[in-house]
Nanobody, 119 residues
Protein backbone atom coordinates (compact mmCIF):
# COMPACT_ATOMS: atom_id res chain seq x y z
CA UNK A 1 0.00 0.00 0.00
CA UNK A 2 1.37 3.37 -1.03
CA UNK A 3 2.01 5.82 1.76
CA UNK A 4 3.56 9.29 1.84
CA UNK A 5 4.31 10.91 5.18
CA UNK A 6 5.56 14.50 5.32
CA UNK A 7 7.47 16.00 8.22
CA UNK A 8 9.66 18.98 9.02
CA UNK A 9 7.13 21.79 8.97
CA UNK A 10 7.60 24.46 11.62
CA UNK A 11 7.35 28.12 12.53
CA UNK A 12 10.38 30.00 11.22
CA UNK A 13 11.43 33.64 10.97
CA UNK A 14 11.73 35.37 7.59
CA UNK A 15 15.10 34.58 6.05
CA UNK A 16 15.30 31.26 7.83
CA UNK A 17 15.55 27.74 6.46
CA UNK A 18 13.66 24.47 6.78
CA UNK A 19 14.02 21.01 5.31
CA UNK A 20 10.86 19.06 4.64
CA UNK A 21 10.91 15.28 4.31
CA UNK A 22 8.50 12.92 2.57
CA UNK A 23 8.91 9.30 3.62
CA UNK A 24 7.59 7.03 0.89
CA UNK A 25 6.59 3.38 1.08
CA UNK A 26 4.79 0.81 -1.03
CA UNK A 27 6.49 1.66 -4.33
CA UNK A 28 9.91 2.14 -5.90
CA UNK A 29 10.80 5.76 -5.31
CA UNK A 30 13.17 6.19 -8.26
CA UNK A 31 10.41 5.11 -10.68
CA UNK A 32 8.04 7.86 -9.59
CA UNK A 33 7.91 11.55 -10.36
CA UNK A 34 7.86 13.25 -6.98
CA UNK A 35 6.57 16.74 -6.34
CA UNK A 36 5.97 19.19 -3.55
CA UNK A 37 2.85 21.32 -3.63
CA UNK A 38 1.64 23.96 -1.20
CA UNK A 39 -1.69 25.44 -0.27
CA UNK A 40 -2.19 28.67 1.62
CA UNK A 41 -5.52 29.42 3.34
CA UNK A 42 -8.18 30.36 0.81
CA UNK A 43 -5.93 29.62 -2.16
CA UNK A 44 -5.46 26.82 -4.67
CA UNK A 45 -2.89 24.09 -4.23
CA UNK A 46 0.15 25.12 -6.27
CA UNK A 47 3.08 23.13 -7.60
CA UNK A 48 6.35 24.11 -5.92
CA UNK A 49 8.98 21.65 -7.16
CA UNK A 50 9.28 18.39 -9.09
CA UNK A 51 11.97 15.76 -9.48
CA UNK A 52 11.30 13.48 -12.42
CA UNK A 53 11.27 9.70 -12.44
CA UNK A 54 14.43 7.73 -13.19
CA UNK A 55 16.76 10.70 -12.99
CA UNK A 56 17.64 13.95 -11.31
CA UNK A 57 15.90 16.45 -13.56
CA UNK A 58 14.11 19.06 -11.47
CA UNK A 59 11.68 21.88 -12.08
CA UNK A 60 10.64 24.77 -9.82
CA UNK A 61 7.94 27.37 -9.58
CA UNK A 62 9.29 30.83 -10.41
CA UNK A 63 8.46 32.04 -6.91
CA UNK A 64 10.86 29.56 -5.27
CA UNK A 65 13.57 29.23 -7.92
CA UNK A 66 17.01 29.77 -6.40
CA UNK A 67 15.70 29.37 -2.85
CA UNK A 68 14.25 25.84 -2.74
CA UNK A 69 15.92 22.55 -3.68
CA UNK A 70 14.14 19.24 -4.21
CA UNK A 71 16.13 16.02 -3.90
CA UNK A 72 15.58 12.33 -3.37
CA UNK A 73 17.29 9.54 -1.49
CA UNK A 74 16.23 6.40 -3.33
CA UNK A 75 17.90 4.06 -0.87
CA UNK A 76 16.18 5.81 2.04
CA UNK A 77 12.86 6.14 0.19
CA UNK A 78 12.68 9.82 1.08
CA UNK A 79 12.19 13.02 -0.87
CA UNK A 80 13.35 16.32 0.55
CA UNK A 81 12.56 19.97 0.04
CA UNK A 82 15.25 22.31 1.32
CA UNK A 83 13.84 25.79 1.72
CA UNK A 84 16.15 28.77 2.21
CA UNK A 85 15.53 32.51 2.48
CA UNK A 86 11.97 31.87 3.56
CA UNK A 87 9.39 34.61 3.18
CA UNK A 88 5.97 35.12 4.79
CA UNK A 89 4.49 34.35 1.36
CA UNK A 90 5.88 30.81 1.70
CA UNK A 91 3.47 30.13 4.57
CA UNK A 92 1.28 27.18 3.59
CA UNK A 93 0.58 23.52 4.11
CA UNK A 94 3.13 21.60 2.03
CA UNK A 95 2.09 18.31 0.40
CA UNK A 96 4.14 15.53 -1.14
CA UNK A 97 2.85 13.90 -4.33
CA UNK A 98 3.89 10.76 -6.19
CA UNK A 99 2.94 10.06 -9.80
CA UNK A 100 3.99 7.39 -12.26
CA UNK A 101 4.99 8.24 -15.84
CA UNK A 102 3.68 4.79 -16.83
CA UNK A 103 0.42 4.31 -14.91
CA UNK A 104 -2.15 7.10 -15.02
CA UNK A 105 -3.94 5.91 -11.86
CA UNK A 106 -0.77 6.08 -9.78
CA UNK A 107 -1.30 9.46 -8.10
CA UNK A 108 -0.86 9.70 -4.34
CA UNK A 109 -0.73 12.48 -1.75
CA UNK A 110 0.56 12.83 1.76
CA UNK A 111 -1.34 14.46 4.60
CA UNK A 112 0.66 17.71 4.53
CA UNK A 113 2.94 19.58 6.90
CA UNK A 114 2.46 23.19 8.03
CA UNK A 115 5.13 25.79 7.30
CA UNK A 116 4.65 29.20 8.88
CA UNK A 117 7.04 32.06 8.16
CA UNK A 118 6.50 34.92 10.56
CA UNK A 119 8.43 37.32 12.74
Amino acid sequence: QVQLVESGGDLVHPGGSLRLSCAASGFTLRSATMSWYRQAPGKDRDLVATIYANGDITKYAESVKGRFTISRDNAGNTVYLLMNSLKPADTAVYYCNARSPYYRDFDYWGQGTQVTVSS
